[in-house]
Each structure stands twice: as structure tokens, then as C-alpha cells.
């Protein structure tokens, strides 16, 4: 399997996961949404790093390779790329608690996160994973 359909299938898992999150939203599972949204930004920015060629590291927030390398991408993504590692290291925070809760306070994730968390998440989440589809969809105009 080459970078490019490593990076489709990350992106496709992306998109599987942030459906996911969106019918965790339907059952008010506030910290499950924040949890799947962390997960499915990861994958989608994993895959723009694939397809610049960059190896992917075994992180959860890849928003400073991201910055590290941003001469790799066309510019339309570059001037993205601020937010996009803003929103990784937003959520990347969040990873832990919103699935094992706060311990040191004994706070379950239930209780730490509201319906207004949750859609911000997904807001976020989806630009997201449209940026990064874009982007891939770029690569097939060109090698199309």
C-alpha cells in the first residue's frame, strides 16, 4: 500500500469515527464526543502528514510536525495549519479525561463535560476532516 491510499484509509477511518461521535451526541454522551472527535482530528491530520511524505509519528496531537513542515503543503492548507494544530493540541488535552474522568479530583468524565463541549468538538472535528479531505483531493485532481 502506497502513502496516498494510507492516507485515503485514514481518512476514511476519520470520517467513521467522527459518525460515531456524532450519534454519541444523539445518546448525550458528552465525554464520548469529545474522546471520538480527539481520535478522528488525529487520524485526518495523520493523513495530510502521509501525504507529504512525512513519516507519522506515534503521538497523539501531530499539530507541531505539522508547523515543522508546513512548506511541504500548498499554501491554501499552509495558512490552515494554525488552527488545525491549535484544535489538536485543544483536544489532545482533553484525551484522557474525557475518557477516564479527572482523578486526581475523582470527577467522572460524565460529570466534566457539557452539550456545549461536545458541539464545539464536532464543529472543530469536522472542519477538521473536511481540510484534510481537500487536501488529499488535491493530490487526486493532480495525479487524475
Known amino acids: 500500500m502506497n502513502t496516498h ?28 464526543v469529545i474522546r471520538r472527535c480527539q481520535e478522528a482530528v488525529e487520524l485526518a491530520l495523520k493523513a495530510a502528514l502521509l501525504w507529504a511524505g512525512i513519516e507519522v509519528p506515534r503521538v497523539h496531537d501531530v499539530g507541531p510536525i505539522l508547523k515543522e513542515h508546513t512548506g511541504r ?28 474522568g479527572d482523578e486526581q479530583s475523582g470527577t467522572p468524565p460524565e460529570l466534566l463535560y457539557t452539550e456545549v463541549d461536545a458541539q464545539e468538538a464536532l464543529k472543530n472535528a469536522t472542519e477538521v476532516l473536511n481540510t484534510c479531505q481537500n487536501l488529499i483531493a488535491l493530490r487526486e485532481a493532480d495525479d487524475g
Open 5 to 32: 491510499e494510507a492516507a485515503r484509509r485514514l481518512l476514511a477511518r476519520s470520517a467513521l469515527i467522527l459518525q460515531e461521535a456524532r450519534y454519541l451526541e444523539g445518546k448525550e454522551a458528552w465525554s464520548l
Open 73 to 100: 503543503f500548498p499554501v491554501s492548507f499552509q495558512r490552515l495549519i494554525p488552527p488545525l494544530a491549535s484544535i489538536s493540541r485543544a483536544l489532545r488535552a482533553e484525551r484522557e479525561l474525557s475518557f477516564y
